[in-house]
């Protein structure tokens, strides 16, 4: 059995800093690209970052610069540093990935940015 389990999270203000933690279990961690996503009321779920098994990170443009994606293999965990954060980060936050075809997904971190 797969888990991905996330904490982190909460409520900041404008600028403020916030990290979230995503522990693995049940598969190869340090194979596996991780992924962290993000769905703000109303709309898709989207791909935030992803750190592959040889370190290997991508952003998607709104948060490059501000956010940083690392993975600690030996403890089987992603993290997702969020800094200078914007209200339009407010979102729940996922951390995922997959076997082949399957996708496995945390239960998800709400954040809260408040102006």
């Known amino acids: 059995q797969v888990y991905l389990v996330q904490s982190g999270g909460g409520s900041v203000q404008a600028g403020g800093s916030l990290r979230l933690s995503c522990a693995a279990s049940?598969?190869?961690?340090?194979?596996?690209?991780m992924k962290w996503y993000r769905q703000a009321p109303g709309e898709e779920r989207d791909l935030v970052a992803e750190?592959?098994?040889?370190?290997?990170?991508t952003y998607t443009d709104s948060v490059k610069g501000r956010f940083t994606i690392s993975r600690n293999n030996a403890r089987n965990t992603v993290y997702l540093q969020m800094n200078s954060l914007k209200p339009e980060d407010t979102a729940v936050y996922y951390c995922?990935?997959?076997?082949?075809?399957?996708?496995?997904w945390g239960k998800g971190t709400l954040v809260t940015v408040s102006s």
């Open positions: 750190i592959t098994s040889s370190g290997t990170t």
């Open positions: 049940g598969i190869n961690f340090k194979i596996h690209t």
């Open positions: 995922s990935t997959n076997r082949g075809p399957t996708v496995f």
